[in-house]
């Protein structure tokens, strides 16, 4: 009885070692994959570029379709305790946009956000996206420093406009003009490592 249980006790940090840090995406319909198949969108496309990098993380998308930061910061405390991420990429925003949420209690719940996953141990990357002009430039321009603002103010890594050079592009939307289709997933992807690997070497170096 006694060696068996000392072979459990060697066993066990083992087994904790060997787990693969987790990247937990929390973000809305882009990145859910809205109008496409789940696997051709720009989280699926990550998990097969890590692989592709010999990168050890494990990528789970805790994406929902119409999220705001308020739900997001309701649903984050379970999602941190289910999967400790080492790295967590908060992509939301745009609902609080197209909804008319002052701007001011989109910045509380950005920081907010941030600040449950650094607490939490987790690097963060922040997302950024811009709302159509037709919401005035006040309000656009307002809300694109949101951004800009609570990134420098926490001292975390930011892609300004995630999709930079996809929303501009008719041919990569899908026919509502909000969301891409999914040959403009990989470009995603491509405006997002750049940002997130240092995150995921670091990550997994603290891993090791």
Known sequence: MIRRLLILLLLLPLSAAARAPVVLILGDSLSAGYGISTDEGWVALLQARIASEVLPHEVINASVSGETTAGGLARLPRLLESHQPAVLVIELGANDGLRGVPLSVFRENLE??????????????????????????????????????????????????????????????????????????????DNVWPALRPLLEAAGKAAG
Not at 145 to 157: D, K, N, S
């Open 112 to 189: 907010a956000l941030i600040r449950g996953g650094r607490d939490a141990g987790a690097r963060i990357l922040l997302l950024g996206v811009r709302l159509p002009p037709n919401y005035g430039a006040a309000y656009t321009e307002g809300f694109q420093a949101v951004y800009a603002e609570v990134a420098e103010g926490l001292g975390v890594a930011l892609v300004p406009a995630f999709l930079k050079g996809i929303a501009e592009d008719w041919a990569l939307m899908q026919s509502d003009g909000l969301h891409p289709k999914s040959q403009a997933q990989g470009l995603i992807l």
